[in-house]
């Protein structure tokens, strides 16, 4: 045996015997005195024993394995450890005469799975003393076959074992929606090599088959378990759930402490929009989502439901009212009846505002083919929908002559629009507060995206949870990354006005950009055309230089009240480029305090308090423990590392202590198993198991779901599929284009020439 800094390599000295009478040879592992097994080696425990003969084996080349076994009043008196050859295969009956026939033929498809079997003598035995210990009784070395190379022994089934800290990073992997054979290929490569992963892509694939095994029928069982745990945990966590009349779940709802805390702040407006294909059960995922002081998304709630019923619908929004307390003053989906009636008869005050993105996107099939390529008339009717300039009256008097100009006034579905008028046209939303933040479902749409690259068809839902928790981890870290870039970074001001180097500090980036953008506007653009006293108020008259119209703004410098016909404040919480025209006419060198709202200021939000964050280890969870302490040491060596990696002395040196460590761990006695395979997959699920596996399930999956978004039940066909059955059916063969004829086609029909002949003559 020979070691370097990094490996301790098998020896290639092997003894060989060549038999006399039979000619087969025989080999014996020449190893350390200290590795070899002798008679009379006493140890603690059987699996003390087997660590030995196990690294026995690996310095030899070979495998070892548990034997049969003598008990004695349930104490194991007797045990054989043997070569991994040891035995022969068991031979399959193979009916050779009806040969894949009917019900024989399950029993000749069977795999080609080669043998390792050569019935190797080469054993040890273990007896028991009087001491309670166990003593090698005898001791057979001899092997009737070859040892594997160093270069291949990593190959070997007892070699190719997941660890601790490869399952855990495999289920880190797979909380990013990356599966088993791209992880073990990422695995490869940042270890340096196949033979350094200690595994096969069939081993991390196994890994994921041993999770769906361990959730078996229990999953929605363990998926609820682990939101009540939560709930017992954290505070202010809110989870309900509800089931059907045969078991099955029907809907599921939960929301933590940071998500009410984002409602309290950013509820004005908020849209929601089912999404699918995101678990391996059908069900609808129905995220709430809102807009955070960055101008970016923010989730309230996450949800899953069996159906897209009203009765679901309702429930949802049940569930939502018990955990946040206060329904959204606005709320945006997109034409959904089941939908409309929840919102209606759940959040009767709030305004329910339906997406006119998914009713413009309709409006090219309603009105035929000639207007829906007419630019003129897109141009036309965007320029009356989207607008939120007009008044209701300016809207329906235009849009009428709209419909007179196109002769559209009997299109029935446009008629039916226009009756919803209210529901979807930015004029009849002019006053009310915040409505111009949504106008459509796009907020949702995207969040659905964002959560649909951290899930798949496949996750059960205890692993859709994880993902879950995923992805809310990395919006939360983009929103903590804009926090700091707006604390610790100064923008490039664009003019001289006081008020914009006061906004820097009072919004945080993203939204003072938005700001600083109409400041430079009023200065640069915008102009007083005229000025009238009205009252205590004077009304200024405000021009934007290349548009037309003029915006009346009336301001009072009394008590600093400022209103602008545009209504950008009502609509967005933000001064537009008419008021800050006024202000700045006016001499006004300090923000207005008053129209500083509070949803787009900096540390709106409070931060997040230590008693906050779910610790598991409080559950007393030794596998999570030692999940943490893991991380704290590959922090820290990593960190090590980072130091030393420019001097290679302390480097080397560094990297010889750990050797060293690892030397003396691999030396001592340990037990083999650190946790049982149970307690580490409920550790990587964060749930176990709620009950026995002769027991039921409390929670039926749900089976049988069928929703909008779960496609159609037929099976797309291969090429060959069409092909084959198409020439099955007896189709009319193409005829001959000039004489009608089958069996030849127009360039080689006998014809041709004369139909040729009789045009050149004529």
């Not at 915008?526 to 205590?536: A, S």
Request: overall charge positive; some cysteine; proline content about 3%.
């Amino acid at each position: 045996m020979r070691v370097d800094k990094f490996h301790v390599y098998i020896s290639m000295s092997i003894g060989v015997r060549i038999c006399p009478t039979t000619g087969n040879q025989y080999y014996t592992p020449i190893v350390p005195d200290s590795s070899k097994p002798v008679v009379g080696m006493h140890f603690q425990s059987i699996d003390s024993a087997f660590n030995f003969y196990k690294k026995y084996a690996k310095l030899s080349g070979f495998e070892g394995r548990k034997h049969t076994q003598s008990s004695k009043n349930g104490v194991v008196i007797r045990k054989y450890f043997v070569c991994a050859k040891e035995g022969s295969a068991t031979s399959c009956a193979v009916d050779t005469v009806n040969d894949s026939v009917g019900a024989d033929k399950k029993l000749n498809d069977r795999r080609r799975r080669p043998s390792k079997r050569t019935g190797c003598k080469a054993h040890i035995r273990l007896s028991l003393t009087p001491k309670n210990t166990y003593r090698i009784s005898h001791v057979f070395e001899e092997h009737n076959h070859s040892f594997v190379d160093e270069e291949d022994y990593h190959l070997l089934a007892s070699s190719r074992k997941l660890t601790f800290t490869e399952e855990q990073l495999l289920s880190d992997f797979s909380e990013m929606n990356i599966g088993p054979v791209r992880a073990f290929n990422l695995m490869r490569k940042i270890r340096g090599g196949f033979d350094k992963v200690g595994v096969t892509s069939t081993d991390c694939k196994n890994f994921k088959r041993d999770i769906n095994l361990f959730i078996g029928e229990f999953d929605v069982d363990m998926a609820v378990q682990r939101l009540m745990k939560k709930k017992l945990y954290l505070p202010n966590f809110s989870c309900e759930f509800y089931c059907d009349e045969k078991g099955a779940l029907a809907g599921l709802f939960w929301a933590d402490e940071e998500m009410k805390l984002n409602y309290e702040v950013f509820g004005d407006v908020m849209s929601f929009d089912a999404t699918f294909r995101t678990n391996r059960y059908d069900l609808v995922f129905v995220p709430f989502t809102g807009i955070d002081n960055h101008h970016h998304n923010v989730t309230f709630v996450g949800s899953l439901l069996a159906s897209e019923t009203a009765e679901s619908y309702k429930w949802l929004l049940q569930s939502f009212l018990k955990a946040f307390g206060v329904a959204p003053k606005v709320v945006v989906t997109d034409q959904d009846a089941a939908m409309k009636i929840a919102i209606r008869d759940v959040f009767p005050d709030t305004r329910h505002r339906l997406c006119m993105w998914h009713i413009m996107i309709k409006v090219s099939e309603k009105v035929g083919t000639e207007l829906s390529q007419d630019e003129v008339f897109k141009e036309d009717i965007c320029d009356v929908v989207w607008t939120d300039a007009l008044e209701p009256a300016q809207f329906e008097t235009q849009w009428c002559d709209l419909m007179i100009k196109y002769n559209l006034t009997s299109n029935s579905w446009l008629s039916d629009m226009y009756n919803l008028r209210s529901d979807w046209i930015p004029a009849y939303y002019r006053l009310e507060h915040m409505s111009g933040l949504m106008r459509t479902t796009s907020r949702s749409e995207s969040e659905n995206h964002f959560f649909g690259q951290l899930t798949n068809t496949k996750l059960s839902l205890v692993e859709f949870l994880s993902h879950f928790d995923t992805a809310m981890e990395s919006q939360r870290f983009k929103r903590s990354k804009r926090d700091h870039d707006t604390r610790y970074t100064q923008p490039r001001m664009k003019t001289n006005y006081e008020l914009e180097l006061e906004a820097a500090k009072i919004y945080t980036r993203g939204i003072f950009f938005d700001v600083q953008e109409e400041i430079r506007l009023a200065c640069k653009n915008c102009m007083c055309r005229r000025e009238e006293e009205v009252g205590d108020s004077i009304k200024f008259y405000i021009l934007q230089v290349n548009l037309p119209g003029l915006h009346e703004v009336l301001f009072t410098p009394k008590d600093m009240v400022i209103k602008c016909s545009c209504n950008r404040y009502e609509q967005y919480g933000l001064l537009c480029r008419h008021a800050f025209c006024v202000l700045r006419l006016c001499g006004i060198k300090e923000f207005p305090k008053k129209y500083v709202m509070g949803r787009w200021t900096r540390d709106v939000v409070p931060k997040k308090t230590k008693v906050s964050s779910f610790d598991q280890n409080a559950a007393g969870n030794q596998v999570e423990r030692a999940s943490s302490i893991v991380r704290e040491i590959m922090t820290a060596t990593e960190h090590i590392v980072n130091r030393l990696v420019t001097n290679i002395d302390l480097l080397s040196s560094y990297r010889d202590q750990v050797i060293e460590s690892k030397l003396k761990v691999d030396s001592a006695d340990l037990p083999a198993e650190s946790f049982d395979k149970n307690s580490r997959l409920a550790n990587i699920l964060h749930a176990d198991q709620p009950c026995s596996s002769s027991s039921a399930a409390t929670i039926l999956p749900p089976s049988g779901i069928r929703n909008k978004g779960c496609g159609s039940n037929k099976r797309l066909r291969s090429f060959r599929e069409v092909s084959s059955s198409r020439i099955s059916k007896k189709t009319k063969t193409r005829g001959c284009l000039i004489c009608g004829g089958h069996g030849h086609n127009s360039r080689t029909c006998k014809m041709k020439t004369t139909v040729a002949d009789s045009q050149k003559s004529s």
